[in-house]
């Protein structure tokens, strides 16, 4: 079975959505999504960070000369790498924050920002492999024009 980039891209991009929806009604502390839907989101975020390390390792392949996070850099736009930094940087200090303070609200305050990381993870991995994929198609077609 072959895996598809965009197919992770639309499921990772419209968990991160979910999540943070999510996220903000557990912060606001008005939850508005049923108490197994905690389990749906973890799991997506499992299954979003699989086929994320997939995908990253076949980036790295085709481009081994590069670091990991600079064939994501050079694959993806400008801000992409750098939000999904922010977002993993505030998951963790949320997480630190809701221990620290041993808030009384729900415990998923401490994943909710994981599941945004990971999600934004997805989506940062799953667009670099779409923009290598559509590279090497380009210097393919390209060499195949030219009679190389």
Request: glycine share 8%.
């Amino acid at each position: 079975m072959k895996l598809n980039p965009k197919q992770n891209l639309i499921f990772s991009l419209l968990l991160l959505m979910i999540s943070l929806a999510a996220h903000v009604s557990i912060f606001l502390g008005a939850e508005i999504f049923p108490r197994l839907f905690d389990l749906f989101l973890t799991g997506g975020m499992v299954v979003s960070w699989l086929l994320s390390s997939r995908f990253l390792k076949q980036l790295h392949k085709n481009q081994p000369a590069l670091p990991p996070l600079q064939v994501l850099r050079s694959n993806t736009p400008f801000w992409l790498p750098f939000f999904v930094a922010f977002v993993g940087l505030y998951a963790v200090i949320n997480m630190g924050m809701m221990i620290r303070t041993n808030w009384a609200g729900s415990n998923l305050r401490g994943i909710s920002g994981f599941w945004m990381f990971f999600f934004a993870l997805g989506v940062l991995v799953s667009l670099a492999k779409i923009r290598q994929e559509k590279g090497i198609e380009k210097k393919h077609l390209n060499a195949e024009d030219t009679g190389q």
